[in-house]
Nanobody
Framework: QVQLVESGGGLVQAGGSLRLSCVAS???????????MGWFRQAPGKEREFVGA????????YYRGSVKGRFSISRDNAKNTVYLQMNSLKPEDTALYYC??????????????????WGQGTQVTVSS
């Protein structure tokens, strides 16, 4: 079993920044045995959408187009923690943000079904 706990959400004005954290733990979790961590978000009435992902070993990152240049993902392997740094936030970034763990490699990072465990989410609200 793997537990993922997000933190760092909150209310921020447009143009502001937030940094989300996601800590992974559990008997079956070891960063060097899992492929990657993803960040997703879901706004009310909308489907969950991919934000970005990072591979544990290589640190390779992937982003959806609308956040490229504004968001960045990093990881601290020693702490089993992944970060989502969000800059130049826009009202349309308002959503519940989730982190998710993917056990095995695949070239597809955008699909929620590819991930094995999910956190409970942290709310990000951007006011105009």
């Amino acid at each position: 079993q793997v537990q993922l706990v997000e933190s760092g959400g909150g209310l921020v004005q447009a143009g502001g920044s937030l940094r989300l954290s996601c800590v992974a733990s559990g008997r079956t979790f070891s960063w060097d045995a899992w492929d990657s961590m993803g960040w997703f978000r879901q706004a009310p009435g909308k489907e969950r959408e991919f934000v970005g992902a990072i591979r544990w070993r290589a640190g390779t990152t992937y982003y959806r187009g609308s956040v490229k240049g504004r968001f960045s993902i990093s990881r601290d392997n020693a702490k089993n923690t992944v970060y989502l740094q969000m800059n130049s936030l826009k009202p349309e970034d308002t959503a519940l943000y989730y982190c998710a763990a993917k056990r095995y490699y695949s070239s597809v990072y955008e699909l929620p079904a590819k991930y094995d465990y999910w956190g409970q989410g942290t709310q990000v609200t951007v006011s105009s």
